[in-house]
């Protein structure tokens, strides 16, 4: 190990991988208190909830997909074996397991996605395997009981909030890796040495999910998160809201109306109506569709953006009921998650205006969503935007003809070692690919 690691701490992460390692592969009538077939209500290869209420679960080999809110307020579970089978986990997948200790990544996962283990206030030890490319945006944040995490050389890509509000963590890694880095940066943020872990806190006693509206009136803001962009994922600051602390050591994550909270405003936002869906022409201040704009909005079918617009804000209309959206000539920026989650939006144009597709803006969307699992092209362009890649090869050709490629097309390809550009290209968004590629003007 690196310098992070003396050899107290390095045999004290042995001796934890060791007991993970055992644990994994003991008989499941061992390793948890074999939770009924019934307790896991799934769609197809999909997790979408776990009713049971044994403390000790692995989920059954036959899950590829956790799904977003599967253990969600679950105080039941404290450990928990993630199979090998299960490639992706999606957000607040634990949301609100306050007394979740330990989990054991398996190693069909390459990502630890936004929000996974967000709110598990009681967390205290998780394994990450050695395929882990990513640690997404607030993977872990408000984990205040977690302490030592080792993270892999595999992993080359940590958004700078992976860990907000983790004040007692120490991250151990291999000498010269992106998480040393991070975890040098994270040290010298906190003012300490990387190896001095901080004396435990009280747990939170209050926690509320971050695309939640809370009235609770903030009494004082959180720690920032640490000023350190070694990653191959963008940094988007408070993805799904602001992170405060409120009352005795309590950890409240809010709507991004920061000011509307602190004055105790408790109407719902305009971006939540439910309804009869309606085809609807958005509204713009100044040309821009404001951030979080249609946000939740159920009642929104098709959407037309009016001439003069030239932006799209974050989450604009993520997680909304949008069926389909017209972009006209004139939108250059689609910004962060402008779309995320639409599921029911499965067709876009993008005009030829756009300049710049922000990370994660069509991610779970119909569109991206049926591209990944069903085209037999591995890149998706619309108009003259490269909007994401789902090839392996470790050489790639941009098509001629592309102009624009979107912010984190090629994430995750840490096979990718070359690329070849078009002269067509003029604009490349941020951590459109990993770091340490060569690109080949053609």
């Known amino acids: 190990m690196g310098r992070f690691m003396n050899h107290k701490k390095w045999m004290a992460v042995i001796a934890l991988a060791v007991t993970a390692l055992i644990l994994t592969h003991l008989p499941v009538s061992e390793a948890d208190a074999a939770a009924s077939a019934s307790d896991f209500q799934t769609q197809g290869s999909t997790l979408v909830k776990y009713r049971g209420t044994e403390e000790r679960v692995t989920i059954p080999d036959t899950v590829e997909v956790v799904g977003e809110s599967a253990f969600e307020n679950n105080q039941k579970v404290q450990f928990v074996v993630i199979p090998k089978s299960v490639k992706r986990l999606d957000a607040y997948v634990f949301w609100g397991c306050n007394n979740l200790e330990e989990v054991v990544l398996g190693k069909g996962l390459t990502a630890v996605d936004e929000y996974s283990f967000a709110g598990c206030t009681g967390l205290k030890q998780i394994t990450i395997p050695e395929n882990i490319q990513s640690i997404d945006a607030q993977a872990f944040a408000g984990c205040v009981n977690l302490t030592d995490i080792y993270i892999p050389a595999t992993v080359t890509g940590i958004a700078e909030d992976a860990f907000l509000n983790c004040d007692n963590v120490t991250i151990h890694a291999d000498e ?4 040393a880095q991070f975890a040098q940066k994270l040290a010298e943020q906190k003012n300490r040495d ?9 747990t939170p006693t209050a926690v509320s999910r971050p695309d939640t ?3 609770t009136e903030p009494v004082s803001t959180a720690t920032p998160a640490p000023t350190v962009a070694p990653a191959a994922t963008p940094v988007p600051g408070n993805v799904l809201g602001s992170t405060i602390i409120v009352g005795n050591h309590a950890l409240v994550m809010v709507h991004p109306c920061e000011e509307k909270v602190q004055q105790g405003y408790t109407e719902p936002e305009a971006g939540q109506e439910t309804g009869e869906e309606q085809d609807i022409t958005a509204e713009t201040e100044n040309g821009k569709i404001p951030e979080w704009m249609y946000y939740r909005n159920q009642s929104v079918g098709a ?3 009016p001439e003069g617009t030239t932006e799209i804000g974050r989450f604009a209309f993520s997680r909304s009921s949008l069926r389909t959206v017209t972009i006209p000539e004139g939108v250059t920026v689609i910004d962060y998650a402008a779309f995320y989650h639409c599921d029911n939006l499965d067709n876009v144009v993008l005009p030829d205006t756009v ?3 922000g990370a994660k803006a069509f991610t779970h969307t119909g569109w991206l969503d049926d591209f990944e699992e069903n085209s037999m092209d591995d890149f998706l362009i619309s108009g003259d935007i490269l909007v994401a890649y789902k090839g392996n090869l470790p050489e790639v050709v941009i098509p001629d003809g592309v102009r624009v490629i979107a912010e984190e097309a090629f994430r995750n390809h840490t096979e990718l070692k070359k690329v070849h550009l078009p002269a ?3 604009d490349i968004g941020n951590d459109a690919f990993p770091e ?3 690109i080949i003007n053609e």
């Open 213 to 215: 509206q809370a009235t």
């Open 194 to 202: 990387p190896l001095v872990t901080a004396a435990p806190v009280q």
């Open 176 to 179: 010269g890796s992106v998480a």
């Open 436 to 438: 340490g590629i060569e």
């Open 303 to 305: 959407v037309t953006i």
């Open 355 to 357: 300049n710049t597709v």
């Open 424 to 426: 067509s290209v003029t």
